[in-house]
């Protein structure tokens, strides 16, 4: 996988983040090792089947259930890594 399309993935996923969790940081704000789940108030159980749909729209994946876990919303990085494994199996 290239930098670009790292970087592109990491850009793409912070402003879904932002926008469907209405977060009020700048996208730059939000690093790779930004914690997620549990750090965000945001993030509660409404707001991962929100960000989740958001997710899963954006980018034309599906997160099935036995994928779903609290690792992939652990931080910005994990869920980044998580959206690009899934965009590189399709």
Known sequence: MTDTLNTDTLNAVRTVLIESLELRQR???LREETALFGALPELD???VVSLVASIEDRFD???DDDEFGADIFETVGSLTGYVAAKLAAA
Do not use: A, L
């Open 61 to 63: 994946i599906t997160v």
């Open 27 to 29: 996208p730059e704000d």
């Open 45 to 47: 159980s409404f707001g």
